[in-house]
């Protein structure tokens, strides 16, 4: 019965000691990588607070859209027409996965409409709106150099112009979209000076300071605007639905993270 008892004992100390023991055993590499060790809270808490900030620039598709745009242009078609874009970036790091983005863009938006006259008849037009985009705050989340986020964005529009034909035919770009004093709506609508909307997109961030991001950017806040709609004794009288929608491709450099 002891011969039982101490064999037992045995088991029981070798099922007790045997995974600590085991323990030495894992590569140093393991540890490093591991959430839980020292090294990797250790490199958790070196990126929370840092700060990177860069310059980027890039390609833009742009189009509008809306239930109101046979009543600003000849019919509802329009077409998906190029811009450009230049910028700053900022990246604040919370955590190696949880940033906040903070960008700022100049950026040619518009879009390929039709109009029509009574000398051309229907013919392809293009509204180009040049923007000062600001992205003041996206959540951004992702695991090593990718970050996914999305936000709000708002606009100030800088200038604007639609080609149109005079009366010989000719193509010319007519600028009183942008509105001018004193304008009173009888003929042409003009341009809201503002524009809001939400962006999300996909970046990829090397450790070289390079980064690559996609874009998408759709506008909640009507476009055009119409105030003098009940003066003119228009059947228009509620707002204009026309709003932007647009994909932007940058690429960029940024320096650094600074704490």
Not at 138 to 162: D, H, N, T
Not at 179 to 201: N, V
Not at 242 to 258: K, M, P, V
Request: proline share 2%; with cysteine; net charge positive.
């Amino acid at each position: 019965m002891r011969l039982f008892s101490n064999f037992f004992l045995h088991v029981a100390w070798a099922i007790l000691f045997l995974p600590l023991a085991a323990l030495p055993q894992r590569s140093t590499k393991s540890d490093k990588d591991s959430l839980y060790s020292d090294e990797g809270w250790k490199n958790m808490a070196d990126q929370k607070g840092q700060v990177f900030w860069g310059v980027m620039a890039g390609y833009n598709l742009n189009n509008i859209y809306g239930k109101d745009m046979g009543y600003i242009f000849s019919n509802s078609k329009t077409s998906w027409i190029s811009g450009f874009h230049i910028g700053m970036h900022v990246e604040t790091r919370l955590n190696p996965y949880l940033s906040l983005f903070h960008e700022a863009t100049y950026s040619r938006r518009g879009a390929g409409v039709t109009l029509a006259d009574s000398v051309s008849g229907t013919y392809a037009s293009r509204l180009r709106a040049d923007y000062v985009d600001v992205y003041p705050l996206s959540v951004a989340v992702g695991i090593k150099g990718f970050r996914l986020y999305a936000g709000p964005y708002v606009g100030a529009l800088c200038s604007a112009s639609l080609s149109e034909r005079d009366s010989s035919g000719h193509t010319y770009m007519n600028k009183t979209l942008f509105g001018t004093p004193g304008d009173f709506e009888k003929g042409r609508k003009y341009l809201q000076k503002l524009d809001f909307g939400i962006h999300a997109g996909l970046g990829y961030f090397s450790k070289w300071g390079l980064f690559a991001q996609l874009r998408y950017m759709r506008g909640f806040w009507d476009i055009f605007q119409y105030a003098n709609s009940y003066t003119l004794e228009d059947s228009k009288t509620d707002k204009i639905h026309i709003f932007h929608h647009n994909l932007l491709f940058s690429i960029g450099y940024r320096l650094g993270a600074r704490k």
